[in-house]
């Protein structure tokens, strides 16, 4: 099975942009690998911020987009509040004959 | 507005069983297909099972095959996940989540998760 890597965690300042990515073990992640992004804040279940690489939900902020970058999906957080601050997780699909998803280990951002 | 929610978790012993149920709302539930996701305590997500709107077609992760079963109640608007032969490692939070796509393994909409606990 395929392994995807994330930063284990990254720092951003309040109204600073950060990205953060999403790598894949058996090289570089397409549009094919509809790529999904998942903000988890503690105690709370997880929520679906990005789509097929770059859509958006309607409850996802405009200050969250996707994006393939270098190889590598990427979730990018323009004016960072401090109500961002979150575990956020990574989904690629994988060609084969039933769901074949992997979740990335997630990305523990603060906003400091 | 679409609501999940989980139920049926609990402590149970390893080798045991427990049957988790969703109960969904504000959407046509025979029209989507359904995952089943867990979170061991501390850990990140992991992908359980999917089943179809018609339960035509149904997939499991490698680690619950032969010990896990999906099913759904279209009339009830529910969705299952029985659990046999339970292990240690299967201690986790399972979320229910409708799928944006469909056969699975694109959650869109999450439950609040319920605890499963396997323990002497």
């Known amino acids: 099975q395929a392994v995807v890597t994330q930063e284990p965690s990254l720092t951003v300042s309040p109204g600073g942009t950060v990205t953060l990515t999403c790598g894949s073990s058996t090289g570089a992640v397409t549009s094919g690998h509809y790529p999904y992004w998942f903000q988890q804040k503690p105690g709370q279940a997880p929520r679906t911020l990005i789509y097929d690489t770059s859509n958006k939900h309607s409850w996802t902020p405009a200050r969250f987009s996707g994006s393939l970058l270098g190889g590598k999906a990427a979730l990018t957080l323009s004016g960072a509040q401090p109500e961002d601050e979150a575990e956020y997780y990574c989904l690629l699909s994988y060609s084969g004959a039933r769901p074949d998803v992997v979740f990335g280990g997630g990305t523990k951002l603060t906003v400091l | 507005e679409v609501q999940l929610v989980e139920s049926g978790g609990g402590l149970v012993k390893p080798g045991g069983s427990l049957r988790l149920s969703c109960a969904a709302s504000g959407f046509t539930f025979s029209s989507y297909s359904m995952n089943w996701v867990r979170q061991a305590p501390g850990k990140g997500l992991e992908w359980v099972s999917s089943i179809s709107s018609s339960s035509s077609y149904i997939y499991y992760a490698d680690s619950v095959k032969g010990r896990f079963t999906i099913s759904r109640d279209n009339a009830k608007n529910s969705l299952y996940l029985q659990m046999n032969s339970l292990r240690a490692e299967d201690t986790a939070v399972y979320y229910c989540?409708?799928?944006?796509?469909?056969?699975?393994?694109?959650?869109?909409?999450w439950g609040q998760g319920t605890l499963v606990t396997v323990s002497s």
């Open positions: 989540a409708r799928d944006k796509g469909v056969s699975g393994g694109s959650p869109d909409y």
